[in-house]
């Protein structure tokens, strides 16, 4: 059986949503890959690497297969913002970015091992943090929504609430520069079914017409 013709190394259902958007028949297969932060790696070059490492885990066993890999983290005061353990972890990230403008940078990479294809790419977004209350906060944890989010929250969820307005790409902070990608597949001779304007004009994405 021939390799597929595109996979998504990602298990992020909203990855999945996005890519989806451009009309591209498509595979998912969840990389295996350590994400740990090494040494004095900068948030924008973590997350370019580990875009790069999550494609090249999948490309290694398709090696015809284009692979897209992306990672996203969030920046506070130079410190890369994970995935809170708990409820109680969410509320103490939530309350360091409340009021505050913080960056979230999405790295993206494409592979394919036949072709020695190796694109990679980093998208930055500027984040403002509406300084809502202490009852705004509990309702939002109540949800738990910020459960498995970098950050502690999901712009396209609930989350959204919390913010008071972006400066850049909206896929970006949902965790896939889409617009970039687009890009980078037809320079690459992928005929999209869905252009890239189009979406963008249409803004078809929870939350995304609240971000224009």
Known sequence: ??????????????????????????????????EEVLGQETPANHVRRLALEKAESVASHYPD???IGSDT?????????????????AHLML????????????????????????ETYVETVKVRVKDFSDTDLQAYLKTQDSLGKA??????????HLIKKI?????????LPLGKLAQLLEQGGVELPMKAEAIYR??????????C
């Open 151 to 160: 950050g502690a929250y999901s712009i396209q969820g609930e989350g959204g």
């Open 95 to 118: 309350t360091g970015l409340r009021g505050r403008c913080h960056l979230v940078h999405t790295g993206l990479a494409l592979v394919k091992k036949a072709k020695e294809l190796r």
């Open 65 to 67: 297969s284009l692979v």
């Open 1 to 34: 059986m021939p390799d597929p013709h595109l996979i998504l190394a990602s298990s992020s259902p909203r990855r999945k949503k996005l890519l989806a958007l451009l009309g591209l028949p498509f595979e998912i297969i969840s990389p295996a890959i350590n």
């Open 202 to 211: 249409t803004k078809p994405y929870a939350n995304w017409k609240d971000f």
């Open 167 to 175: 400066e850049g790409d909206y896929p970006t902070v949902v965790g």
């Open 73 to 89: 983290v969030i920046e506070l005061d130079g410190q890369i913002l994970g995935k809170p353990a708990d409820l109680e972890d």
